[in-house]
């Protein structure tokens, strides 16, 4: 597969997602590759299948924001065809710096859910709580002992 930012990518190095909704905005795009050019970097893309131009910065939330926390509904599982919980893990978008925003954002009230799995995600909206689409992630990552 030939992507615009990494050129010819083997299929086996980008964990392949299904996103029958599509994410915010975007509802017609919804296979995408989750490609990790730099493993010792904590920011990842989420490819657009159906277009080289379309990708998104991602990160792990929980890097910057360790006890970042969201609810899962057992409908949540059931459109990412989830058993459990163990195969699941959550993505962040991340809004570059721009005139508006000079300082790099993630935003953690639209995480993606992912189940490793079989693949299938979906685009969570957390209505309720203390998280919001411009999140700073200005704060160096919180790194496991």
Same mark, same amino acid.
Request: charged share 15%; glycine share 4%.
């Given at each position: 597969?030939?992507? %615009? @930012?990494?050129?010819?990518i083997? $299929?086996?190095?980008?964990?392949?997602?299904?996103?029958?909704?599509?994410?915010?905005?975007?509802?017609? $795009?919804?296979?995408f590759?989750?490609?990790?050019? !730099? #493993?010792a970097?904590? &920011?990842?893309? &989420?490819?657009?299948?159906? $277009? %080289?131009q379309?990708?998104?910065?991602?990160?792990?939330?929980?890097?910057?924001?360790? !006890?970042? #926390?969201v609810?899962?509904?057992? &409908? !949540?599982?059931m459109?990412?065809?989830?058993? $459990?919980?163990?195969?699941l893990?959550?993505?962040?978008?991340?809004?570059?710096? @721009?005139?508006?925003?000079?300082?790099?954002?993630? =935003?953690?009230q639209?995480?993606?859910?992912? =189940? @490793?799995? =079989?693949?299938?995600?979906?685009?969570?909206?957390?209505?309720?709580?203390?998280? #919001?689409t411009? #999140?700073p &992630?200005?704060?160096?990552p919180?790194? %496991?002992?």
């Amino acid at each position: 597969m030939d992507i %615009s @930012r990494f050129g010819a990518i083997e $299929s086996d190095e980008a964990l392949q997602i299904y996103m029958p909704a599509g994410l915010l905005g975007f509802p017609t $795009s919804t296979q995408f590759h989750l490609v990790d050019p !730099d #493993h010792a970097c904590p &920011l990842k893309w &989420l490819q657009a299948q159906d $277009s %080289s131009q379309l990708a998104f910065v991602i990160t792990d939330p929980y890097i910057f924001l360790a !006890d970042y #926390h969201v609810e899962l509904t057992q &409908l !949540d599982l059931m459109e990412v065809q989830a058993d $459990s919980p163990a195969t699941l893990f959550l993505v962040a978008i991340v809004t570059l710096p @721009r005139e508006t925003t000079p300082y790099p954002t993630m =935003n953690l009230q639209g995480p993606i859910l992912v =189940n @490793r799995a =079989n693949g299938w995600a979906k685009q969570l909206v957390l209505v309720h709580g203390p998280y #919001h689409t411009q #999140h700073p &992630l200005l704060v160096a990552p919180q790194v %496991s002992p």
